[in-house]
């Protein structure tokens, strides 16, 4: 196969609109975090990219894109990506992009899928501690579970198969990272919330989301920039593309909707933080489904993902674990109900390299297989991170001290503040917690207090 220039466009944009997603991440997670917090969230995602993206060439995309004959792993290159430079992809079959185009889009998931788990632990992680276990942990989980779910192995000159991951060859259909993203980052989040425990005051002094015009600007980044996470998942302009975009758009606005209706019967009144929350579940229920299902289904997985995770956030007061942003409830819970909707509604009619699923004459063979994906990678990865994170917890240190959470992650991680209100009032920067040393005047008439 030749060099196919549209597609190769088409999956460089594709690129750059995933990594946008990680910072759009940051300012959706910044926006929901205490304002003394909001610079420690944000670094969280961006030392990810750092991170991820160094060890994607060094041995991360070779773990997860190559054959080791076993389904589990892939193999270290000796050269890493340096051979790649003149080859073309050929994943389960050949596309006509450069080999490099596929690595960069793929690692844009590599990067995003730890910085989801940040959220989880919010305002109480230390930043060294964090850096280390993005390390350890794409090797040890994400860049094998990338391996188990889209690598399809290569196929010979006499249209053999060989080396495909271990749930790829089964037939388990996630067409962008239902399982490899956000059921593995929502299992994650559980245990690392786990292993560092309650933030001071959970439950009785609960945060609320202090900048809702933050959290609202990084929902439509990450809207934006899923269209490339979704239909550029087909790795070409082609009409798999075109059914994925579709099928995002119209679920996310679904979700949306989903989402303030629980709250409007729930709690009276539709608030901004369920839009921006219902519209990042439903991206994440159609992730896996996006290229499987029929637009009217994406409508259906919508509206349920919307409602069910409204209702799934709550389980954390419930069952008192502290998940701070919410990341268990959105992307664990929505991720499986992306996958497991696919056994109900897939249908071979709208992509022939689906199976039918239940409701269009497919019996239970799909939803089987779905449930196993899903569930498979949620067990792996909760239990490889609970036991990372306590291993951590008992050498580095993971949780910040006490004192430090109440003066603010900000100051005592960074030495810096996303808010300089003191500047603002003609003051200097000093040390000492903004919350206790800032006095903002309540009408613009009033005098300062010393």
């Known amino acids: 196969m030749d060099l196919n220039s549209g597609d190769t466009a088409w999956v460089l944009a594709s690129t750059a609109l995933v990594l946008l997603m990680t910072p759009g991440l940051a300012f959706f997670y910044g926006g929901m975090t205490q304002a003394k917090s909001t610079l420690n969230m944000m670094m969280m995602s961006f030392i990810t990219i750092c991170i991820v993206s160094v060890l994607w060439v060094v041995y991360g995309f070779s773990l997860a894109f190559t054959d080791s004959g076993s389904g589990l792993i892939g193999t270290i290159s000796k050269s890493g990506l340096g051979t790649a430079v003149n080859e073309l992809t050929n994943n389960g079959g050949p596309y006509g992009i450069p080999l490099l185009a596929f690595a960069g889009f793929q690692l844009m998931f590599a990067v995003i899928t730890p910085a989801l788990i940040s959220g989880a632990i919010a305002d109480r992680t230390k930043f060294l501690t964090w850096g280390v276990f993005v390390a350890l942990w794409v090797t040890l989980v994400y860049f094998p579970v990338a391996h188990w779910v889209f690598y399809f192995g290569n196929k010979a000159a006499d249209g053999t ?40 005051g959970f439950k ?44 995002t758009q119209v679920a996310t606005a679904a979700a949306l909707g989903g989402w303030l209706l629980v709250e409007k019967i729930r709690d009276g009144h539709p608030t901004s933080l369920g839009a921006a929350s219902g519209a990042v579940a439903g991206l994440v229920a159609i992730t896996p489904a996006c290229a499987f299902i029929a637009p009217w289904a994406a409508v259906l997985l919508g509206v349920l993902a919307g409602a069910v995770c409204s209702l799934a956030v709550g389980l954390k007061y419930k069952l008192n674990y502290d998940d701070s942003l919410d990341v268990v409830g959105v992307h664990m819970v929505g991720g499986i109900v992306g996958c497991l909707f696919i056994g109900f509604f897939g249908s071979s009619a709208v992509n022939a390299v689906g199976i039918d699923g239940l ?84 009408r613009a008439d009033e005098e300062v207090p010393a």
Not at 173 to 190: S, Y
Not at 217 to 226: I, K, Y
């Open 161 to 200: 198969v060989t080396g495909a991951g271990w749930l790829a060859a089964k037939g388990v259909e996630d067409f962008a990272g239902g399982t490899a993203v956000h059921i593995n980052a929502g299992a994650a989040g559980l245990a690392l919330a786990i292993v560092l425990g309650r933030r001071i």
């Open 204 to 247: 009785k002094n609960p945060t609320r989301p202090h900048n809702l015009p933050l959290v609202l600007m990084g929902a439509g980044l990450l809207w934006f920039g899923w269209f490339g996470f979704n239909a550029g998942s087909a790795l070409g302009a082609n009409a798999t593309a075109a059914l994925a975009l579709m099928n």
């Open 359 to 442: 409701f269009y004459g497919g019996g239970w063979k799909l939803l089987g297989l779905q449930a196993l994906g899903a569930f498979s990678v949620l067990a792996y990865s909760f239990v490889v991170t609970l036991i990372l994170g306590f291993l951590l917890e008992k050498t580095l240190g993971f949780r910040i001290s006490r004192d430090a959470e109440l003066e603010g992650i900000d100051l005592t991680e960074h030495a810096e503040t996303a808010y300089d209100f003191e500047g603002a009032l003609g003051g200097g920067f000093g040390s000492g917690s903004v919350a206790t040393k800032t006095k903002v005047a309540l």
